[in-house]
């Protein structure tokens, strides 16, 4: 995806494919080399001798840096758009691949977690943006197109540790830090159309404003919005870090074929990310919402006490509706609050990390004082927290209603 490419003028309003695919592609970068943390902590966990609370408090680290600062970076950005900022935040991200890669200590390892965070913290807020102003208005279908390449980044991690960190070893993570430099580039002309296209400049207050909801309303539903993420969020941590060793121990599966139902998941994972934002254009974000944290209930329920085959297809199952919510989640969010799209983008990105953090730490203490398969029999009570979608608000029905 060249420069020159980025940077033709786009028809006001129109969709713009070019844009969407090379700031997705950026995000299958940006979160395939997040990935390879996450899924290298057998490798952690073995070379430095470390407890299930220390892996947790590693994904702690590395989340609450994301999430403390990308709404921060997502509120100066819409008063201070920064295009060029996206090839620096890819930069920390590279930075913190190859401190992880030849860390001495625990404590470097946290350093590396954290440098990932900061990178994640730059990137997502802005990039979000940038998606909507070349959806045309199907603001559905660029989250999904923008978060699917992530999803897919996220996937290939563990496929990576499996065939290429976990024979050649720890340093081995370095050579991934060269899909930084590639992302920097693409980075670089994503600015150059973001700047060239006019959309870099702040929007004059009271222009294009789409909610007709009173301030405590929108409060109310954006609370509401953030417990769904929770019961989401608590679950997921539940799977992308202990979802290898629940099954190690749990199935005696070899640690390479643990990392391959690893990749499964997460690729079902993927495939609800860009499933859920077109059906939440077509349907209603707000159905989506509800069925796919909901739906997942009964499924979750059943998983801690079926066989390995079972566990394996609950798991897909599970990844592919509950993911299905985040595009309708941010596209609903950014409706609320039509001015502050780079501070709700960085809020729920943000409150995604510090929640997958916080659940990493809290879960990993308790697996430690209990065991692996107690995460998972305690943390399938999580989806009921569904129910709550009731409460938000029909703002697609009242728009309808008003037309």
């Known amino acids: 995806m060249s420069q020159v490419a980025l940077s033709r003028p786009a028809a006001a309003g129109s969709l713009s494919f070019r844009v969407l695919l090379a700031a997705s592609l950026c995000h299958f970068l940006n979160d395939s080399m997040q990935s390879l943390f996450t899924a290298s902590y057998p490798v952690f966990k073995s070379g430095f001798d470390l407890t299930f609370t220390q892996i947790g408090i590693l994904t702690l680290v590395y989340q609450l840096s994301a999430s403390i600062l990308q709404p921060l970076v997502g509120l100066f950005t819409d008063a201070r758009p920064q295009p060029y900022s996206l090839p620096v935040g890819m930069g920390f991200s590279m930075a913190g691949l190859i401190t992880l890669a030849f860390a001495p200590s625990y404590g470097l390892l946290l350093l590396g977690g ?39 980044g996220s996937a290939l991690g563990p496929l990576l540790v499996a065939f290429v960190v976990l024979p050649l070893g720890r340093g081995s993570l370095a050579w991934f830090a060269l899909a930084a430099l590639v992302g920097m ?36 539903a954006i609370a509401v919005l953030l417990l769904l993420l929770l019961s989401k969020y608590f679950y997921l941590a539940s799977i992308n870090t202990f979802y290898v060793f629940y099954l190690m121990e749990h199935f005696a599966l070899p640690a390479r074929d643990a990392q391959l139902c690893l990749f499964a998941f997460l690729g079902a994972v993927a495939a609800g990310t860009l499933a859920g934002g077109p059906i939440g254009d077509r349907i209603g974000r707000r159905k989506v919402i509800w069925g796919s944290i909901l739906g997942v209930l009964p499924f979750t329920l059943a998983l801690p006490h079926v066989g390995l085959t079972a566990t394996i297809a609950l798991s897909l199952v599970i990844g592919l509706v509950l993911a299905s919510a985040f595009s309708a989640v941010v596209v609903y969010a950014q409706s609320l609050l039509p001015h502050r799209i780079g501070m709700v983008s960085g809020l729920f990105f943000g409150f995604a990390f510090g929640l997958g953090g916080l659940g990493a730490a809290l879960l990993g203490a308790l697996a430690d004082a209990t065991s692996v398969e107690t995460v998972y029999q305690v943390c399938a009570f999580l989806p009921a927290l569904g129910i709550l979608a009731w409460l938000l608000p029909d703002t697609e029905g009242r728009a309808r209603a008003t037309a």
């Open 185 to 220: 580039a693409v980075l670089t002309g994503l600015g150059r159309w973001y700047s060239r296209n006019g959309h870099a400049r702040p929007r004059k207050k009271g222009a294009g404003r789409e909610s007709a909801l009173s301030r405590r309303q929108v409060g109310k």
């Open 114 to 152: 954290a440098l990932l965070g900061v990178g994640s913290s730059i990137f997502h807020p802005e990039t979000s943006r940038l998606a909507r102003l070349a959806s045309g208005g199907a603001h559905g279908l660029a989250q999904s197109i923008f978060q699917v390449g992530g999803n897919v």
